[in-house]
């Protein structure tokens, strides 16, 4: 039975810390002004680091469902909640870093950025319609706010009016959808309507339904032919914020997108531990197709890019193809493939956007051009961007490799082997634009001799992710078993 | 001894590594010690290789029997889906071990001449060192495949920084081929995966010796064009690899792009281990398709064979005619593996060894006179020999061992391949022999071009061939000189293995 009101607030800290963070974070801001401290970093460093700490003991919590049945609390939330902390924590490491957000008001950004942080803790938990648009606005408003932080910017107010219209349009179609399985079903409960679906029979509304909830996340993980917001967005955006988008929002969308599928349009088999498929909507042969055009047209587009933000964009459009791939298997280690897969894309992402930002501090250009002779002027930096960017592309000794082979085995168990050529031939292709920032930074002369002095915290941060990107790839299992045991999803 | 014996492989295959990493540590300016590092680093797995000749057993086969191999170490690597770390050897192993462990220190002794960026030059060479080692030591599909794309990043920065005029072109279609198979085997592994069991435990694996106990397979797994499709995902991974025909077109930019020490390793080593891996898993793990698939694979074996020295006779640079000999000389591998009779397969394996070693000498040869003239122009010489009398006949001799001139282990290599092919394909291998004429002819035309007729003025100062140089020849230029006298030693290495093998292959008829 799901908890009261009242008995919910004691399995509900993390949440409540990010709150609090952001409460603090407002006070700082109405003492401090617009003055340039490092206060509001560390206060949401400490805040989030206190939220991932208590998320972690909840890992031992048995599941339940929260406050009447809005939230669930169960493996599947625990562990997004634990992922978009990370993330979130790197991000504000990044943010520190970069000069373009030097000079603005610190307090404001980290509000929005712990906002979107708390967003996502909700949106991966939430087992009701109502909740779930909630988080996910919650989600999307400052998102926008952070796109459009370089105020005076053009690229970036573009980016934000961009964000805007896209989102509303895509929330819009999506809360249609809604509307439709609430007027089908009469519950705005996630598990209620499932059940409801799974005994009804296939109609056009249900069909219609499916679809227009996947607008409205395939909008969130920027899968094609919803993607068009991002590669402008993830352009103009300050860097520390693409890296962030493409990274945590897309992670919690990936996390709303299985629950919601999983629970309203499939119902668990609890002989095999897997998903049947709700009669009516073949959204699995849908999203197949949708995954292999994502990873397709991803990379495809990438390879023309010449601005590495740009280029990481589209990249970061291939791999929530590939990561679709698992969602669309209603197998538990399919859901794991994607779990393990967004770990170490979390490390090998974030922390080429990192490289990006130490090296636009010196060169103020994100051009690949640019980057010619990073080998010599930044080795370090250049070396780990290498690191970074070969896992992105899946090869071995690297982590990103490994998330490809659970990726493309879950595939193959199940037989669906055109998809997994489809990857595999996506990987080549992935190779040859990576490979290109590669060949500017190692195999090309530099224009401008001058050192880019890679100060010790930078190098530090870079370090602790490049070490997981080369650990997880020679040795993953205790993190497989983590995304194993995190497959657990409740529907009450 | 203990511990050196029981975990022979992985020293030989992580030494190296430990070396490269030695090596990053080293601060700047110390270029002599990067350089010592290195050599110490390659040279310790010929000691441990002459200890795996000594105490190597040539009675026993290996290839799908565990407790066959030799040097075995077996580890649970990742136990949630069964990787393990799991090495040996075999008579078709061993002899790739041992030119592994000598190319690549003559590689590196070779490399003394490197003066950009000498550190990580050293490091990427001991990182590509541990991959070759580790590929022909493993017997887990995960852990070869994890070796196999090693490599991958060493070459590319080799070639791509070290490199010639075009080498971004040349570094970034090598790493693009071999990519591309490397998906494919990857999907196959996949499938083999989810496909057979463990027989012992029920559960699945990667284990190779379980994929190749035919009973271990799935019903799925056991349909014949499934396991043709399967087969050719390999077979297009490693004839890419080989290069075969029509798959072989990176090969000629990646040597004439590459430094020399990398053409000698990719050569020497790289382009074997296309043909061991047909060897060691396309071959017993579908025994069937290899004898279905036969014919064709002796046809593209000869094509290699005949396109190859084609081409080869067609270049005017001395260092791709080199290049595409190896497309040639690879062809008789692949043809004596088809013909699956045991002289065929013995042929097929000590011509791997011997082209590993003659090639080796050709492309260090390439290099010492491009490091003299900067150029490879092959009619741009004419009458080297009697400036550089020492250098001429370290040439002839290499070219008179490609050319498989009696007396050179070349010679005996492609007189097994045909002596074991013949029987099988007689018209195919009429057209193959039809290739050793142009081989023997684009040889001694390049001979005639460059060392003979009259000198070329502007080279009539010529350096003679240093003696760093003939340190890297010697060994080479004598064990080819042993091996085609007295090839016994080395047959012996490999023919219980290879026998073996055949009965493998040829048991589901």
């Given at each position: 039975m799901p908890l009261g009101n009242l008995a919910s607030l004691s399995h509900f800290l993390p949440e409540l810390a990010v709150t609090a963070t952001i409460l603090l974070l407002v006070v700082a801001h109405v003492v401090g002004g617009n003055r340039q401290s490092a206060v509001p970093a560390i206060l949401s460093l400490a805040g989030v680091g206190a939220a991932l700490l208590l998320t972690a003991l909840q890992a031992s919590v048995p599941a339940k469902s929260l406050f009447e049945g809005m939230v669930a609390l169960d493996g599947f939330a625990v562990f997004f909640k634990a992922l978009t902390a990370l993330a979130t924590i790197v991000v504000v490491f990044l943010s520190m870093e970069s000069e373009e957000l030097a000079g603005r008001s610190q307090a404001e950004y980290y509000i929005f950025l712990l906002s979107v942080l708390l967003g996502m803790f909700l949106l991966s938990a939430s087992t009701d319609i109502v909740m779930l648009y909630l988080s996910l606005e919650l989600v999307s408003i400052p998102s926008y706010l952070l796109a459009g932080y370089l105020k005076g910017g053009g690229r970036s107010t573009e980016a934000a009016t961009k964000y805007v219209v896209f989102g509303a349009t895509a929330s819009g179609v999506m809360i249609y959808g809604f509307s439709l399985l609430y007027g089908m079903t009469?519950?705005?409960h996630l598990g209620e309507i499932g059940r409801a679906l799974a005994q009804g029979e296939a109609t056009t509304p249900m069909f219609l339904a499916a679809v227009m909830v996947a607008v409205g996340f395939g909008y969130k993980i920027a899968a094609v032919p919803f993607h068009m917001w991002s590669p402008d967005v993830y352009e103009g955006a300050p860097t520390p914020i693409t890296a962030f988008l493409s990274v945590g929002p897309k992670a919690a969308g990936f996390a709303v997108l299985v629950r919601f599928f999983y629970t309203v349009f499939a119902t668990p088999?609890?002989?095999?531990?897997a998903w049947v498929l709700s009669p009516g909507v073949d959204w699995t042969a849908l999203f197949a197709v949708l995954s292999a055009v994502t990873m397709s047209v991803g990379n495809l587009i990438a390879v023309k890019q010449d601005n590495v933000k740009r280029l990481l964009a589209y990249s970061s459009i291939a791999h929530a193809g590939y990561m679709l791939m698992g969602f669309v298997l209603l197998s538990p280690a399919g859901i794991k493939a994607i779990l393990f897969y967004l770990v170490v894309y979390l490390f090998m992402n974030l922390g080429a956007f990192y490289v990006v930002i130490l090296v636009a501090n010196r060169t103020r250009s994100e051009e690949i051009a640019d980057y010619s002779g990073l080998g010599s002027r930044a080795p370090f930096a250049a070396v780990s961007l290498a690191i970074f960017l070969f896992a992105l592309t899946g090869i071995?000794?690297?982590?990103g490799f490994i998330g490809k082979v659970y990726l493309f085995a879950e595939v193959i168990n199940k037989g669906v082997y055109w998809l997994a050529v489809v990857a595999a031939l996506n990987s080549v292709v992935s190779l040859y634009y990576y490979a290109r920032i590669i060949k500017v930074m190692f195999l090309e002369d530099p224009k401008d001799k001058s050192e880019i002095a890679v100060p010790a915290f930078p190098r530090a941060v870079l370090c602790l992710l490049a070490i997981p990107t080369l650990v997880l790839g020679v040795y993953w299992e205790p993190v497989i078993r983590m995304a194993e045991n995190s497959v657990k999803m409740i529907a009450f | 001894m203990g511990f050196i014996d029981s975990h022979i492989l992985s020293l030989m295959t992580f030494l190296p590594l430990l070396g490269g990493a030695l090596i990053l540590c080293l601060p700047k300016g110390t270029d002599n010690i990067v350089k010592i590092v290195a050599a110490v680093a390659s040279f310790l797995p010929i000691p441990l290789a002459a200890r795996l000749w000594v105490a190597f057993d040539r009675t026993v086969g290996g290839v799908n029997v565990a407790n066959q191999f030799q040097f075995v170490e077996h580890y649970s690597w990742i136990p949630s889906i069964n990787v393990e770390y799991f090495m040996g050897a075999d008579g078709i192993s061993l002899p790739m071990l041992l030119l592994t462990a000598l190319v690549s220190f003559l590689a590196v002794i070779g490399s003394w001449g490197i003066k950009k960026q000498i550190k990580g030059y050293m490091a990427l060479l001991l990182l590509l060192e541990t991959g070759m080692m580790g590929v022909f030591a493993s017997l887990d599909f995960f852990l070869f495949y994890v070796f196999w794309e090693v490599m991958l990043l060493p070459m590319y920065f080799l070639i791509g920084i070290w490199g010639g005029p075009r080498k971004e072109y040349a570094a970034i279609k090598f790493f693009l081929y071999t990519l591309f198979g490397s998906v494919l085997m990857l999907i196959v592994m996949l499938a083999l995966y989810f496909n057979s069991v463990n027989p012992e435990t029920g559960g699945h694996t990667f284990n190779m010796l379980h994929f190749m106990q035919q009973s271990a397979h799935n019903a799925w797994l056991k349909d014949f064009d499934v396991r043709i499709l399967l087969f050719l995902g390999l077979f297009i991974g490693f004839a890419i690899k080989v290069p075969l025909f029509p798959f072989h077109t990176w090969l000629p930019d990646a040597h004439v792009e590459a430094p020399t020490a990398i053409s000698v390793i990719l050569a020497g080593i790289l382009l074997k281990m296309g043909t061991y891996g047909l060897m060691r898993i396309s071959f017993p793990i579908f025994p069937d398709v290899t004898v279905w698939f036969a014919v064709p694979m002796a046809i593209l074996g000869v094509i290699n064979i005949v396109y190859g020295a084609l081409c080869a006779m067609a270049q005017s640079d001395l260092k791709k005619m080199v290049a595409y000999s190896s497309v040639s000389h690879m062809g008789f591998c692949l043809l004596g593996m088809a013909a699956l009779t045991p002289a065929g397969m013995v042929g097929a394996s000590f011509q791997m060894f011997s082209h590993g070693m003659i090639t080796s000498m050709l492309f260090f040869l390439v290099g010492v006179v491009y490091d003299r003239a900067h150029h490879r122009d092959i009619d741009g010489f004419g009458g080297l020999g009697a400036v550089v009398p020492v250098y001429t006949f370290f040439v002839t001799v290499a070219f008179f061992a490609s050319l498989g001139l009696p007396g050179f282990s070349g010679f005996v290599a492609e007189a097994m391949v045909f002596l074991g092919s013949f029987p099988v394909f007689r018209t195919i291998v009429i057209f193959a022999a039809s290739g050793i004429i142009i081989v023997a002819a684009f040889h001694l035309w390049a001979l005639q071009r460059v060392?003979?007729?009259?000198?070329?003025p502007k080279y009539a100062q010529l350096e003679e061939i240093n003696a760093r140089e003939i340190f890297c020849l010697a060994p080479l230029a004598l064990l080819t000189l042993y091996f085609g006298v007295n090839p016994m030693p080395i047959l012996n290495l490999m023919s219980t293995s290879l026998i073996k093998l055949v009965d493998v292959v040829k048991m589901v008829i």
């Open positions: 009469g519950s705005t088999d609890a002989a095999s531990g071995p000794p690297f982590s | 060392f003979l007729g009259p000198l070329n």
